[in-house]
Antibody, heavy 120, light 108 residues
Framework: EVQLLESGGGLVQPGGSLRLSCAAS????????MTWVRQAPGKGLEWVSV????????YYADSVKGRFTISRDNSKNTLYLQMNSLKDEDTAVYYC?????????????WGQGTLVTVSS | SYVLTQPPSVSVAPGKTARITCGGN??????VHWYQQKPGQAPVLVIY???DRPSGIPERFSGSNSENTATLTISRVEAGDEADYYC???????????FGGGTKLTVL
């Protein structure tokens, strides 16, 4: 059974940093792209970042580029999102998701999400 | 960047058919995926590659994609289908993944 478990969320002041983790199990982790998606309170889904199976190719939404860094440790089956220079508008539930559509990027398994609150 | 446009809300009576649209420039030339999200829960993939259903998704859910509109169709709507629905695609020109704004389906 595929499982994705996010952690690391919490309250942080504007300008601060936070690192999210996503522990994966139940599938061959290195074979799949992994993604972060976020959802601000009462708002829609927003794609944040994606990395390929080897952690070599990474892409970011314009809203986080230069501030967030996605990475993965394939020896630990864990995905990370390092978030720096956080802004109020980064407040959201952050989900990690496993790719389910080779070549066109869809997500067939999701974690339960971790809440990040940016506030002074 | 690529924009996907969904109606904010759709209402349908139980047993009827709901159609949720997702508009985009030449969207018919790429693959569109659909997610269902119920309050307090993570999204669930209900349609991928325009019209394929993951295992466990009822046959009542179907999809199509042509020209400038992709459509999620839910037949014989049930109360349990009430949720937010999002379309999504991969914009190959930017390597960005894009969501539509979401549609709230209300079962009357």
């Amino acid at each position: 059974e595929v499982q994705l478990l996010e952690s690391g969320g919490g309250l942080v002041q504007p300008g601060g940093s936070l690192r999210l983790s996503c522990a994966a199990s139940g599938f061959i982790y290195t074979n799949y792209d992994m993604t972060w998606v976020r959802q601000a309170p009462g708002k829609g889904l927003e794609w944040v970042s994606v990395t390929d199976g080897g952690g070599v190719r990474t892409y970011y939404a314009d809203s986080v580029k230069g501030r967030f860094t996605i990475s993965r440790d394939n020896s630990k089956n864990t995905l990370y999102l390092q978030m720096n220079s956080l802004k109020d508008e980064d407040t959201a539930v952050y989900y990690c998701a496993k790719d389910g559509c080779s070549g066109t990027s869809c997500w067939d398994h999701w974690g339960q999400g971790t809440l990040v609150t940016v506030s002074s | 960047s690529y924009v996907l446009t969904q109606p904010p809300s759709v209402s349908v009576a139980p047993g009827k058919t709901a159609r949720i649209t997702c508009g985009g420039n030449n969207i018919g030339t790429t693959s569109v995926h659909w997610y269902q999200q119920k309050p307090g829960q993570a999204p669930v993939l209900v349609i991928y590659y325009n019209a394929d259903r993951p295992s466990g998704i009822p046959e009542r859910f179907s999809g199509s994609n042509s020209e400038n509109t992709a459509t999620l169709t839910i037949s014989r709507v049930e109360a349990g289908d009430e949720a937010d629905y999002y379309c999504q695609l991969w914009d190959s020109s930017s390597d960005h993944r894009v969501f539509g704004g979401g549609t709230k389906l209300t079962v009357l």
